[in-house]
Structures are given as C-alpha cells and as structure tokens.
C-alpha cells in the first residue's frame, strides 16, 4: 500500500470493455510522480488517500472484471506525518 494525492479527475471517452464507466483519478506519489488509479470510494481533489497495486487492486474493486493495477482503497482523515 502507498500513501498518495488526488490531483485531478480522469476523462475518457473511450475505454477497453474491462474498464467500463469506473471512475480514474491522477494521483501523485510524495516523491511527485504521477499515476492513474481507480476510485470506488469517490475521492475528492486534494485529498490524500492510501492504495494498493498490482493483483490486489483488482480485488479491491468491487468487480474482479475490471483491469486496474492500482486503486483507491481510503480516504486519509488523520495522517501525523
């Protein structure tokens, strides 16, 4: 699992069938890297959220049919850093 940012909502039109309509984020690790993560849990811009990658990240959609190696698994309320 990794610790990162939302920063930004992702747009696209046009998709492979095993991602369907979920919704993806731009997420930005704390060394300033960007990524592309599903978003079950419908994570605000400017939030910070923890993740997880590879195979776990399709177990933690709540359909095993999409194909993502990183998702969004919770929003950070507290985070003494």
Do not use: H, Y
Not at 11 to 39: E, F, I, K, M, Y
Not at 47 to 64: D, E, I, P, Q
């Amino acid at each position: 699992m990794d610790i990162m940012r939302v920063k930004g909502e992702l747009v696209c039109t046009r998709r492979l069938p095993g991602l369907g309509s979920v919704s993806l984020r731009v997420l930005q690790s704390q060394s300033g890297a960007l990524s592309v993560a599903t978003d079950p849990v419908g994570a605000p811009i400017g939030k910070w959220v923890f993740t997880t990658s590879g195979s776990a990240a399709r177990l933690a959609m709540n359909t095993s049919d999409v194909f993502t190696d990183l998702t969004i698994c919770g929003l950070i309320d507290q985070w003494d850093q």
